[in-house]
């Protein structure tokens, strides 16, 4: 036990470090002189780690505890308060950026260790440790410490097991600069007091992270682990985050129709100071691509090595800028590039910024230059022609701001002024002012910490304060793709109901789906889950901006494809997909599609991924009906429009697009499987019939009257697709409950000898699927009256399988067996 001068030497973390070790109980609040008190005045024995039983991460924190506050006097290790990390949490230098990381604390001092008492052991200690520094965080401390105190050898080589974790993991100038400060450090020194705050600062950057609205949109591993751990220069794991944001941002601007792979950032790298950095990231351990970004809003300028399907969009070859620029800052005073872009106006703004408003905030201190960096942000990100923030829009459109034109590099001029970057800010742009809390009708309200507000001279725009990017427009509020994001509902947007309110949180009291498997984890009742913090579109007043929110992520990619176009109907069109290659003597089969969202989401690019692969797979023209939706055009219209596309195919599929019309099938999910199973049984009832080889029917509606009370009972706490939204849907497409039992709207109620005429039906069924009943139903009904039907039933599968087959591995044998069921049908 210490005595108190000894106590009082530690400093307060170190303190409750003893506390925590020797069982003290009700300290976590006391300062230090109470705690000293408290360790003083312990009775009983303390709770060493010999009886102790720990594993895991548990156990690492206290083995770390062990080494560097250990029990035996023999080797107390004696740490100056001096030289202690500071307890107050320093800002790092980056402004307004939405993290704050804690800026790295001076490392503490180290104390050197006894050497083995022979030449032969100190020969064996090297290999020891270094085996021990791969394994220490798995093993249990109780032997451990108590080796610590009677093996000089075991000693000796966990202490250097130290330096071996500290130079496989945080190699850098940072640790170069505290070996050197050690002679023979590799030998001598003691070195678990600063492994233990070089992995606390990670601890606490991936806490932050995690915690934050970038923790729910994306794993940690998209950094890689040598940027959390070991960034030389604080502004890299800064960096890294924020390329990673402006790349989720750009694809979901752009519906996900243009595909930037979003591989982990293994590498940030300063190229021009202030300006331009080089990214590196890793698609696999040997395929690496790299391209500079500017430092501000982390847009690509220039690829430097590129895999063939990245998909960075980079505008321009920027390749000539920057290499100048490198040159002449070892030679000359390095301008930024705000000063050498071409400014309008130069009476009323400073380099697009209003002067007054400049003026106004110059003694606003810290708040104004966070002000100030993110209206440099703004601009920085308008600047660039057809940039993602460049065009006039509302957040209605955002999904098509990226116009898919590459343009040309910005040139250089050359003559007797100095070069200039040919690019200019729009008017519309400028800043008048830049704001953290909510403006207009919610004044002074407060934002989300990740946005902030742009007065310009013709509107107020919502923006990622992070790298500039518009989210949203004052009249439309924050766009509903970018405000599922950031998980928060900003000042500006629309009022979510209360999250005590029951109108959509399902009720906590219904018993377990079967899908549970014994666990609670597949439920979606918990108040405290992330995903609670999410508005539900069906507890919002109708708004056909509610279509613009973002599709259930985890698709696909697309696979390329003969040819692609959109061939325009009456009321309605389809986008037909030709495989590549010659087709078959007879021509092509068709597969008519029709996409899933209730009858009121989805278009004809949401299920594009899906349609290639029915393409490729089973090498046939897939034809996707962009049918009318609900609530503006409710039943039968979609019926109709289905209709419409088969009496095209019949009438022109040949001429136009070679169809085989002895091939055709049919095939929907979820609403679309609706419409697909109707479909065939018009053929069947049509005079002629027409006569259909197939139908492919993934997670279909086929009841309409079914509720909770019956087909929905098992599944009905089961994810995304709750009996609330479903019945949401359902009054959308379906507002008179008479036409609920109509066979057009529930093929389930069909007559048999109807259903009798059908051809031969596949049907994909989700275990966790409240449309599950209902599905295997409607199979057992075809197969009783003689018709040729398989149903796979996907364990433990949610809803939106065919949506997530690029992450769910069920979701991609799902989409796998049905192109071999399609292709089998077609031979």
Known sequence: MQTEA??????????????????????SKLAKDALVAKLLGQSGAVGGPVGSSRSGTRAYKHLRTSLIYPQSNSVVLTIPTALQPPTDVVPAPELAFYLEFPSSPEPPAMTSVSLPPSISQRKRVPRFALVLSFITQFLEPSDIVQCLLVSRMFRYAVYLSAYQQLSRNFAGQRLSSVFSRYSNVSQTINLWPYLTQRLDEVSTRRKLFMESFLGRLFPMNIISDRLWASPDNERQLVIAIRFVLTRHFFKISTDHNRVWKESPVVDAQPVIPGEVWKIT??????????????????????????????????????????????QAAGTAVVQPLMDRLSWQNHEEYDRGISRVWLKRIEGAGEIGRVKKAIAERYILACVFDRSLSGSWMSSTHMQQDWMGNMQDGPPLTAGKLKPKVNMFLPAHHHVESVHLTATGRRKNQPLHGALAVVQTPGREYFILRDCGFQVGTEEDGVS???????????????????????????????????????????TWNSTTHPLATIVPPHTLPWDPALRN???????????????????????????????????????????????????????????????TNMCVRANCVVLSVDYRLAPEHKYPIAVEDAIESLDWVVKNGKPVLNIDLGKVAVGGSSSGGNLAAILALKA?????????????????????????????????????????????????????????????????????????????????????????DEGIAFGEKLKAVGVPVEVEVYKGAPHPIMAMDGVLKIGAKMVSEAAAALKKAFE
């Open 6 to 27: 000894e106590l009082k030497k530690l400093t307060v973390p170190q303190l409750k470090a003893l506390c925590k070790e020797r069982r003290v109980v009700g300290y």
């Open 281 to 326: 990231v890793a698609h696999s351990r040997k395929d690496l691509e790299s391209c500079y970004v500017l430092e501000q809003t982390c847009e690509p300028l220039t690829a430097l090595s590129l895999s063939s399907d990245s998909g960075v969009p980079v505008r321009g070859d920027w390749s000539a800028y920057i290499e100048q620029r490198a």
């Open 480 to 522: 509903m793709l970018s405000l599922d994001r950031v998980h928060k509902t900003p000042a500006g947007s629309f009022t979510p109901p209360s999250l005590d309110s029951t109108s959509w949180r399902q009720s906590t009291n219904q018993s377990t789906p079967r899908c549970s498997r014994g666990s609670s984890r597949n």
């Open 549 to 611: 929110a973002p599709a259930v992520p985890g698709g696909s990619a697309l696979l390329p494809v003969g040819k692609t176009q959109d061939i325009d109907l009456k009321y309605t069109k389809f986008r037909a997909f030709t495989p590549e290659g010659e087709p078959p003597k007879e021509g092509w089969p068709c597969f008519i599609f029709f996409h899933g969202g209730g009858w009121t989401f989805g278009n004809i690019s949401s299920e594009n991924a899906f349609s």
């Open 684 to 772: 069947a009832e049509a005079s002629p019939p027409i006569p259909l080889v197939f139908q492919l029917l993934i997670v279909p509606v086929t009841d309409n009257t079914a509720s909770v009370n019956d087909r929905w009972a098992s599944n009905a706490l089961t994810p995304w697709l709750s009996p609330e939204r479903m019945l949401w849907f359902r009054d959308n497409y379906l507002p008179n409950k008479e036409d609920y039992t109509k066979w057009d709207a529930s093929p389930i109620f069909a007559p048999e000898a109807l259903l009798a005429k059908v051809p031969k039906t596949w049907i994909a069924v989700c275990e966790c699927d409240i449309l599950a």
